[in-house]
């Protein structure tokens, strides 16, 4: 049997949800993943690939995961693709049809949302997809839940004809709990039959698929009020008073703040069970719905004609938490602190900044001096719209930065073009940025792209991309060349430049913006964080006091390894410092120098 390391010889771990997300694919017998790597999902995958009887790989974006996933099903094998919540965004497309096709091999697709937006754009609600693309969604409360339900998962896909979405919230997929692992299943490759009507969507098949879909859902909320649908809820009964409806991490609130409230807990969070809800609240004095984000369950539930409280009083934004459920039901309650913060000493503002030896930092700070208009993409240079570079002025989504450019560029008949340019990484250009610069070509754009190669998709986590030259096991694997790729669209102009020399930045930026075609600058550095771009211990900035003017230039800059220090002069912290040398380039008194220099 294969395990990883952790997991040899016993039973009982303690995982993150998505470590357990990531051993209930393995225990159900899935054959492929194919993800992109978005927070909170990323590790789910990154488990995965620990299992060798699991193909697991990384996907030039979420769409293409989720299509890969959808071919390994029509082939016959359980399989799976995981994704955040803007990434199911991207694969909307194939969602919404791989609904009406249905499956061979059970699919299941994993959504991570991110109520309280620790790491995303938006704090959209994946349940609305439930909905409009008629799919059943589980969401597991702890990490053994993410376990079954993801094996349950797999089997009702296969049971109902269905690709199954299974929902989690960053507190899930990032809390460790107690689990019971089990053995996996030997699940054998169920044959292809080539059936053109199930599987090929033009009109004529599509209007029949439409009407399998809803024998489907008709059938499946029959089983749901039948109670037939295994893990779809549960019940505890305790006080008649108050009953509570609730599911996810808001399950664990409701726990610990109402002890004596009778639960129905949804482990299926579409469809739902009406007729046992109906029931429920008909058992009770006061029913109310405690849901995250958006009034979801609870419209449902009005629509159905049953009386409950929700929304109104909580809140449609961030995460909930026992102090929330306490203020609402026990605002007379005082709750005494964990521990006495009376002695304890503010901690300082500590802004987020770009790492010491960021690649990024001087081509934004390039950026500032040449007071640019900057469309801005996702990744870890976001960033630079903050101090001290303030070098970004729009960001959308995932590969908008090229396509924002273009409209600027249009907009004004080519005039703002030489005042704007459009930064985006390498990953993001690969996951949706190539298809915006085809299209700036072929529509005589005069913009400037900027790709940000920093030879690794570094905004979560460091894993490898299509330009990298490593798979997802880190094994050497086709080396896309950025280049050779924006000259086969027909980008004419191709600039390369180091993003930590400034003035070459400053250089070549100029040079770029005036030419009256697109041009692509590609500011090539390996992240600070991965052994290419780790720089060498010997070559650590040291500071000669007696050239220092106490300027402060290079405390400007806001590298995590220079403090000013009670006296005025720079501090520099070894041990942080990774010897990328731009507080070097900053310095115009020859006061910081490099190891080797000094």
């Known amino acids: 049997m294969d395990k990883p390391a952790n997991f040899a010889g016993l039973d009982r771990q303690l995982l993150l949800g998505n470590e357990a997300i990531a051993r209930g694919a393995f225990e159900a017998g899935v054959k492929v993943i194919s993800s992109y790597p978005g927070t909170p999902s990323t590790e ?3 488990n995965a690939a620990k299992y060798p009887r ?3 790989e990384w996907a030039t ?27 199911l965004n991207v694969a909307a497309d194939p969602l919404f049809t791989s609904s009406y096709t ?15 937006m620790h790491s995303s754009q938006n704090e959209q609600d994946s349940r609305h997809y439930a909905r409009a693309a008629k799919l059943m969604m589980f969401e597991p409360a702890d990490s053994q839940e993410c376990l079954d339900m993801t094996r349950q998962a797999f089997a009702l896909s296969e049971q109902y004809d269905t690709p199954v979405l299974l929902r989690l919230t960053t507190r899930i997929s990032h809390t460790r709990t107690q689990v019971t692992v089990g053995e996996p299943i030997e699940q054998p490759r169920r044959a292809y039959v080539k059936d053109m009507m199930k599987y090929v969507m033009m009109p004529g098949m599509a209007i029949k698929r439409h009407v399998v879909i809803e024998g489907r859902q008709s059938q499946l909320q029959k ?19 108050l009953g509570i409806l609730t599911s996810g991490m808001a399950y664990q609130y409701v726990r610990e703040a109402l002890p004596d409230a009778s639960i129905f807990k949804l482990g299926l969070v579409y469809p739902l069970p009406i007729e046992q809800i109906r029931a429920f609240a008909a058992s009770v004095e006061r029913f109310v719905i405690v849901e995250e984000l958006d009034p979801f369950i609870e419209t449902e539930i009005k629509a159905a004609g049953i009386a409950c409280e929700g929304k109104s009083l909580f809140t449609l934004q961030g995460e909930y938490s026992l102090a929330l459920l306490n203020k609402v039901f026990h605002p007379e309650t005082v709750l005494d602190p964990a521990y006495d913060t009376s002695a304890l000493t503010p901690a300082p503002g500590r802004p987020p900044v770009m790492c010491a030896g960021c690649p990024h930092k001087g081509l934004f700070m390039a ?14 240079y976001t960033l630079g719209a903050l101090a001290p570079t ?27 073009a030489r005042k704007s340019v459009a930064v985006i990484g390498d990953s993001t250009f690969l996951h949706t940025g190539v298809s915006s610069l085809i299209n700036s070509v072929y529509n005589g754009s005069t913009s400037t792209v900027i790709i940000l190669d920093n030879s690794i998709t570094g905004m979560t986590g460091h894993q490898q991309n299509a330009a990298s030259g490593l798979d997802i096991h880190n094994q050497p694997a086709p080396e896309l060349d950025l280049e050779q790729l924006c000259r086969a669209i027909g980008v004419r102009s191709i600039y390369e430049v180091d993003p930590a020399d400034i003035k070459a930045c400053v250089k070549v930026i ?11 600058i590609i500011a090539k550095r390996p992240c600070a964080l991965i052994p290419p771009g780790i720089g060498k211990k010997e070559e650590v900035v040291k500071l000669d006091r007696d050239k220092c003017t106490r300027c402060q230039a290079c405390i400007k800059i806001m590298c995590p390894a220079l403090l000013a220090g009670p006296d005025g002069y720079p501090q520099i912290d070894p041990n942080i410092c990774n010897a990328c040398h731009l507080c070097t380039r900053v310095c115009n008194f020859g006061a910081l120098k490099g190891g080797n220099e000094a």
């Open 54 to 56: 699991i193909y697991t």
């Open 223 to 241: 089983d749901l009020d039948s109670g037939l649908v295994p893990g779809a809820f549960t019940i505890t009964r305790k006080s008649e008073k």
């Open 102 to 116: 249905g499956v061979n091999g059970g699919l299941v697709i994993v959504v991570a949302d991110d109520p309280g």
């Open 390 to 416: 303030n070098a970004m002025d729009a960001c959308l989504c995932m590969g908008a930065s090229v396509g924002m450019a273009h409209g600027l560029d249009q907009v004004t008949d080519h005039e703002l």
């Open 510 to 520: 100029k040079q770029a913006v005036e030419e009256p075609q697109v041009t692509v």
């Open 44 to 46: 789910i995958t990154v």
């Open 367 to 380: 950026l500032n001096r040449l007071k640019l208009t900057v469309a801005g993409d996702i990744g870890c």
């Open 61 to 87: 974006n979420e769409k293409v995961g989720l299509e890969v996933a959808y071919g390994a099903s029509l082939g016959g094998g359980r399989a799976m693709s995981c994704m955040k919540h803007v990434g």
